[in-house]
């Protein structure tokens, strides 16, 4: 069964459209939900969990309908939102409890899950302190803790690192990895850190002004970078690479005086710089495939989308 | 600790049936409410009217034993154990309840708006119907802590000081009155302050419009009344006109000359009041707030 299906989906706030046409698939695993601010993410994930009706559209997820299953698929879905939630007095153990009783657990059984989701992430020391009394780490915790409490089969977390300190971001994105990868768990990481993205995510979905603009494996997107070669040598290379680029090579300095980035013609073969080098009396020290990062990835995409008017 | 040493178990269970996790929302709402210490100290100015008719009662019940007409004499006191005296009491248990109503909102639901709680339970497996029953159940039971509870003791008290049980037996609509005044007030009011809390969240805009609802509109009917000479100005005291539906409640009891005109009207104006806040309440109550 499919993680998710949205089909043509559209939502409007008013005469605002926060979403426009969006159809997508995925499978279950770690998915990357990125956009700038405003470009509708926060809207998407909360069509996800049901919690708002698309003005049109259709959707399923984990085989629930989006509009008419709202119930049935939070208690399979743990959210984690955004903005800061508190309810002051509450315990931690007791806030993340309360999400338990809240998604259907009896309370005997909500609170020893409580203790055990706290404890694994960390926060085992602090379960009996006050909420509002946690620093911003900790608060992110435990509402992953509140969204973990019923064991869902897919989290969906919105802006998870925002406002960690580097170690914080660090742990954060370890946990996630750790969820995703050794407990089978599916996510959606909506954020506009990229480097989130890159970093727990295996696919990808890009949004942009409410828009769909790319979806896929990042590594299948990065692919589209094929043909690029970042090239390092000794000595003088000028007319090595005179030689490359009278072969219909692109070659792109960037200042480092032994290094370049080679974009070459179609059926080109590697050999041939080694060839060229040979002729020139260069040794060729490095000759690796340049690998996009998803940040690049992402201001080609939208960079594009922009061009084509969308 | 590094997090993969640290086994994370799944859960397996049954879900239960949403409208339950209406208690869980009441427990925690009262919760956040009782720990604060004002709530006490308002908790008690409300109970010192009721220890004051507790001691009467007894002492009245002593006395009348050994002197009957001193009996008549605290009679006075209204504490004669009739529907109107009970009915009294939880009317002058008002201003209490107004008091702890206006602080209480900006923490039941106001602070949802403010510091993302509606999200947070929005996103689990309720939706908005158990949401709004789950709080306008907490700022109830604040509301029948503070009338009803004392009244029934009150009632209690009454029947177990006489000689027998015939005050249960003959005085059944007695313990319904108390029972349908409260559960009125009850109703109107966790729907009002529910519905404004909603709105204005914050506690000192929230207390100023209760008390422009609970005491500037009343005294600004009293002042038409007089300025107009028409009576009817009189109902928009809403706590009055809870007073005269919930009079129903109790059967019989004396009947001032212009009362059946007003309770009609207030018979009128206490649903529209609550539809209007119920209106306003679903309204509010979304997982999304719109940012343009």
């Known amino acids: 069964m499919g993680l998710l299906a949205l089909e043509q989906v559209t939502h409007f706030y008013g005469q605002l459209c926060a979403l426009r046409n969006v159809s997508v698939e995925a499978e279950p695993g770690a998915i990357g939900l990125v956009g700038q601010n405003g470009a509708g993410k926060s809207t998407m994930l909360k069509i996800l969990l049901g919690l708002v009706r698309p003005t049109q559209g259709r959707g399923e997820v984990l085989g629930h309908d989006i509009r008419r299953s709202g119930l049935e698929l939070r208690g399979r879905v743990g959210y984690m939102p955004e903005a800061e939630v508190l309810l002051p007095g509450l315990r931690g153990v007791e806030f993340v409890a309360l999400a338990g009783e809240l998604s259907g657990m009896p309370r005997r059984h909500a609170l020893r899950r409580a203790h055990e989701v706290l404890s694994y992430l960390g926060l085992e020391e602090a379960r009996y302190r006050q909420h509002e009394e946690y620093s911003v780490g900790m608060k992110q915790r435990a509402k ?10 897919l989290l969906l977390l919105d802006e998870p690192t925002a406002g960690l300190d580097p170690e914080g971001r660090e742990a954060m994105l370890e946990l996630l990895g750790v969820l995703a990868r050794k407990h089978g768990k599916s996510l959606i990481l909506s954020t506009h850190l990229l480097s989130d993205v890159d970093r727990v995510c295996e696919s990808v979905v890009i949004v942009h002004r409410g828009e769909i603009v790319s979806v896929g494996r990042i590594e299948d997107l990065r692919r589209h970078y094929r043909g690029r070669y970042r090239l390092r040598w000794q000595g003088a290379a000028d007319e090595f690479l005179h030689d ?5 090579v692109q070659v792109q300095r ?11 013609p179609e059926g080109w073969s590697t050999r041939t710089f080694f060839a060229l080098a040979d002729n020139r009396k260069i040794v060729l020290c490095g000759l690796e495939p340049e690998h996009e990062n998803l940040e690049a990835v992402y201001h080609r995409v939208i960079g594009s989308s922009i061009r084509d008017g969308h | 600790m590094a997090i993969e040493t640290l086994g994370y178990r799944g859960w397996s269970g049954a879900l239960r049936w949403p409208w339950l996790a209406c208690w869980p929302i009441v427990r925690t709402g009262l919760w956040l409410v009782l720990r604060r210490k004002v709530f006490w100290l308002l908790l008690a100015l409300g109970l010192f009217n009721f220890l004051l008719h507790f001691a009467i009662i007894y002492t009245k019940a002593t006395i009348s034993v050994e002197n009957p007409r001193a009996g008549r004499f605290l009679d006075n006191f209204r504490v004669t154990g009739t529907g109107e005296a009970y009915l009294d009491f939880m009317f002058a248990q008002g201003t209490v309840t107004m008091l702890l109503l206006a602080f209480a909102g900006s923490i039941l639901v106001g602070g949802d708006y403010q510091q993302g709680g509606l999200v947070f339970y929005l996103s689990r497996r309720i939706d908005r119907r158990h949401y709004v029953l789950g709080k306008l159940l907490a700022i109830a039971a604040i509301v029948l802590m503070i009338t009803t509870a004392p009244a029934l003791a009150l009632f209690l008290e009454y029947g177990m000081l006489s000689s027998s049980l015939d005050y249960f037996l003959e005085n059944p609509r007695i313990l319904l009155g108390i029972v349908g005044y409260g559960l009125l007030m009850a109703a109107v009011l966790s729907l009002l302050l529910g519905a404004i809390a909603s709105w204005v969240h914050r506690a000192v805009p929230l207390v100023m419009i209760w008390a422009g609802i609970f005491v500037l509109l009343p005294v600004l009917g009293e002042n038409l009344r007089h300025v107009r000479d028409n009576r009817l100005w009189r109902l928009l005291s809403l706590w009055r006109d809870l007073r005269m539906l919930g009079k129903s409640f109790f059967g019989s009891l004396r009947v001032e000359r212009d009362e059946p005109e ?3 009207w207030a018979a009128w104006i206490v649903p529209a009041v609550c539809l209007v806040c119920l209106l306003l309440l679903v ?3 979304r997982a999304v707030e719109v940012v343009k």
């Not at chain 1, 992953?144 to 089969?153: F, K």
């Open chain 1, 244 to 248: 490359l680029e009278a072969e219909g």
């Open chain 1, 144 to 153: 992953l803790a509140a969204a973990l409490v019923h064991d869902p089969e």
């Open chain 1, 254 to 264: 960037d200042g480092r005086p032994d290094e370049a980035l080679a974009i070459v």
């Open chain 2, 283 to 285: 309204r509010r109550v």
């Open chain 2, 262 to 264: 007003l309770a009609y």
